[in-house]
Every structure is written in C-alpha cells, then in structure tokens.
C-alpha cells in the first residue's frame, strides 16, 4: 500500500494568512494526487485534482503543486470558510489511500 | 448534477452483516468506478473498496475478506456488504464515484452525504 503522511496534523491560523499543507507518498506517484476539505458532518469535498489542478466552482486562493513523492496545498489568504479539515489522497494504485488529515483551525 | 444517496440501516448487532446501497441520480452508472469510503467518528478516511459497472472490483487488502460489492445498472444503484461487523466497523459510510482517468486521474469527484452506521450488542 502507498502511504501518505500529511504534515502538519494541525494548525491554527488566523484570516487572511497563507497557509501550507504538505504531503509525501511513500513512493512516486506521478501527479495522481488529490485534496479535499471537509467540514464537520459533511463529506468531503474535492479541491485539487491531479496535483495542481483546480476543481470547478472552488476559489482561486486554493492552488496545489508537487509530483513524485512531495505535494503541497496552498491557501494564499485564509477565509473564514476555510477553517476544516484537509485530506492528500493518491489514485495512482490501489487500495487507495489518504493522508490523516490537517486541521485549520482559527488562532 | 450528479446526485449519491447512501441507504441503509443504521444499527447492527455484532457478527451481523451491514448491507448499504448507493443511489445515484442526475447520471448513469454505466460508466466510471464507484466506490466506498468510510470514516470513524473523529479520524480520517479509510477507501473500502470500488466497483465498475461490468461487476469488475477492487477490495481493501485490510477488509477484503469480509467485503462485497455488487451493482444494479437498472436501478442505477451499488450496493456494499462487509461481515461480521464488530464495533470497529462503526463509522460513517460514504459512496462516491471515481472521477474518469485520462484528464482528472481518477479523484473522487461526486459523494454522498455519509450514513452513519452503528455496531453494538
């Protein structure tokens, strides 16, 4: 199985700051990599697909990078809305797996 | 818009077998993987397992000998079985389908809301 570590597990951040979520593949990747939010009782929802990709009808402020083994979410300035919790997910092999996730919380 | 809608119940006795079915509206299931994924209360995402409308699947190595999967592409539903469920089968359950390969590389673009499934005597 793939592993992915997310870092960090939290953070605490105030509006309007830029804010960086890494994850690392345990093995290369390629770009097949995804971030979702998730806010509390409701699913997740996706943000970034294939790395750097930007998912219809998310805010420019999220931008994803990365290939191989080292991606990163960025945030360039944080809303209130953002505040939640953020998921890496590999679809390059199965079983499909997901970072432990980083919450956003409010400093 | 394509629409998931996670069914089924939502407590179980030890041993039992927890049964749920996706619904999904606003599209066809004819194409695309679909998928589980579940969460325990206050952890991260576990992938279960997906399907393909052929009937071809794909199970967690952790899970896969209690798992299975079926799909009906009349009624535009998928269906999840897991065994002998104990009480650290208790999370919430998601269906989700699998984005296409070629431009998107396959994220899980459409969810449901989660139904929460319960184990206990």
């Known amino acids: 199985d793939i592993q992915m570590t997310q870092s960090p597990s939290s953070l605490s951040a105030s509006v309007g700051d830029r804010v960086t979520i890494t994850c690392r593949a345990s093995?290369?990747?390629?770009?097949?990599l995804n971030w979702y939010q998730q806010k509390p009782g409701k699913a997740p929802k996706l943000l970034i697909y294939?790395?750097?990709s930007l998912q219809s009808g998310v805010p420019s402020r999220f931008s994803g990078s990365g290939s191989g083994t080292d991606f990163t979410l960025t945030i360039s300035s944080l809303q209130a809305e953002d505040f939640a919790t953020y998921y890496c997910?590999?679809?390059?092999?199965?079983?499909?797996?997901f970072g432990q996730g980083t919450k956003v919380e409010i400093k | 818009q394509v629409q998931l809608q996670e069914s089924g119940p939502g407590l179980l006795k030890p041993s039992e077998t927890l049964s749920l079915t996706c619904t999904v509206s606003g599209g066809s299931i004819t194409t695309y993987f679909w998928t589980w994924i579940r969460q325990p209360a206050g952890k991260g995402l576990e992938w279960i397992g997906r399907?393909?409308?052929?009937?071809?699947?794909n199970y967690n190595p952790s899970l896969k000998s209690r798992v299975v999967m079926s799909v009906d592409t009349s009624k535009n539903q998928f269906s999840l079985k897991l065994t002998s469920v104990t009480a650290a089968d208790t999370a919430v359950y998601y269906c989700?389908?699998?984005?296409?390969?070629?431009?998107?590389?396959?994220?899980?673009?459409?969810w449901g809301q989660g139904t929460l499934v319960t184990v206990s005597s």
């Open positions: 294939a790395a750097s």
């Open positions: 997910q590999q679809s390059y092999s199965t079983p499909r797996t």
């Open positions: 989700a389908r699998e984005g296409e390969t070629a431009v998107t590389l396959r994220p899980f673009d459409y």
């Open positions: 399907i393909y409308p052929s009937g071809s699947t």
């Open positions: 093995q290369s990747i390629s770009n097949y």
